[in-house]
């Protein structure tokens, strides 16, 4: 145990990659949302996306932290893992490091974002009418669902991001060739399936039935069938030169 | 030939990608306390050996056992080794500080004090990204894990590419120094033999996957000699020995013989006007690994 919590401590040694990084990029990308949102203004644009005065905007930067949790996941399999190893870490070691890694910064981020969608909801939207953080709930919800449906999602990315970074790990190229591939063939398929059968409307409202907190309940599943499959390929995957 | 202080024992071991053998069938043991070199041309098989040893590959077939156990995925082998390697990947944005900070979370015996000693020696600036630095400040990162980790089973592979004449010299020295007051077994792989060539105790040549040299470094050292003279006279003195290498100009000859000659020998060289040089480690193995002499590895 002790060994798997310095894992821990091996993703964290380096305040950057966890603490700083992902707050630069999401600040980043909140200051130019609102800054956009103010030229909007300015220049009298103040209907949303249904176009009535009331509407608010809409921005998908919350999109930016998730994304870079899950090149921060890549990168946790393409070079902390052969520097672990290194180390004398057991592949399992690692891995069980690492989930609990993406569960801790999951959980904590998940704090600092629900805060900050309160404040979204009692400013009005900063001020502008805008939902930035509020976006999955359509501007609404309770901090607990918000809690929620943020921990679910950045746990969505980041073992999304570990799994594909160990089919890389185990069978290089070809590993992705044929990831990539198989893939793209099978969300094909989905997507005839879905439409010669004319589910859409079906999916649509399992969907709204489910609402967001459900939603990020199935992620979860999502999330724990990438992360066992991730592990069970990282206890056969070699560091290459 | 068992050995109770055998620290690692290898039985018929293979390791094959595709259909290439990178280890073929190999044999050998290692003794507690010592200090080995691991030695062999570009491709021989010396890293993979080593990944093999260390748990981070797998075998095709054959055992390996580290501390009387298989090292794969064994946290109780695996925590008294290190493994230190030329191409060693670090985390990104990490500095050579979070390396030094993390390493004593893994590597129970580490000494910061010593560590920090080479820190300084080796001037490696703690403070600027790992992908910034030099090439020799790089390797001076893993030479200082290395040494400070003071692993029971310590691997050194190709340790020092781009570190000066003095880094390298610092890195013996300490090795030597810190050996001799806290002995453990180090296996080093390197191209710069005769650099080395002081600090090894027993040598291991690895070709084409197979371990050709098993040997004491003592006894390697006097095993081959070279002879010079004429041609006839070279010719007669190493009439039905084992050539490692032969040259000649004109009527001059050299000629490299394996063996130990006895002082009888030796006076017959004197009296029929032959010159006889010792044979450097470097030179025996480069001989001997020269895939145009056959001879030796099938007589070896």
Known sequence: MTRIWNVVRLHLVNRMAYVTLPWIILGSAFLITIAIWMILRSVGVTSGFDGSASSPQFSGALLSILIYLLVAAVMAINLTFPFALGFSVTRREFYLGTALTFGLVSAANAVVLTV???????????????????????????????WFGFFALQLLFSFAGAAIATIYMRWRINGM????????????????????????????????????????????????????????????????? | MTDTSAVVSVTALSKRFG?????????FEVRENTIYGLLGRNGAGKTTLMQLLTGQ??????????????PVENPDVLSQICFIKESQKYPDEFRAKHVFKSAPWFFTNWDAAFAEELIEEFNVP????????????????????????????????????????VARQIFYDRLLADYSEHPRTVILSTHLIDEVSNLLEHVLVIDQGRIIIDEEADALRGSATTVAGTRAAVERFTAGRTLLHSESIGGLASVTIQGQLSAFERADAADSGL????????QLIVRSTNTSTHDFQASA
């Open chain 2, 57 to 70: 590959d797998f075998a095709s077939s054959g055992s390996i056992n580290v501390f009387g156990a298989s």
């Open chain 2, 126 to 165: 703690l403070n600027r990204p790992i992908k910034k630095l030099s090439r020799g400040q790089l390797s001076a990162v893993g030479v200082i894990v290395g040494l400070a980790s003071r692993a029971p089973l310590t691997f050194f592979d190709e340790p020092y590419l781009g570190l000066d004449a």
């Open chain 2, 275 to 282: 010159e006889l040089l010792p044979v450097s480690l470097q």
């Open chain 2, 19 to 27: 259909s290439v053998t990178a280890v073929d069938s190999v044999d």
């Open chain 1, 116 to 146: 900050l969608a309160s404040i979204e909801q009692a400013t009005n939207g900063w001020g502008l009418n805008g939902r930035l953080f509020t976006v999955p709930w359509g501007g609404g919800g309770t901090p607990i669902e918000h």
């Open chain 1, 177 to 241: 060739v044929v990831f990539w591939v198989v893939g793209g063939a099978a969300l094909v398929g989905l997507f005839a399936l879905i439409a010669y059968t004319n589910s859409w409307a079906a999916i649509g409202s399992w969907m709204t039935a489910n609402g967001t907190t459900g939603m990020a309940a199935w992620s979860l599943l999502v999330s724990a069938l990438a992360g066992l499959a991730g592990y069970a390929m990282l206890r056969r995957a070699t560091p290459k030169n």
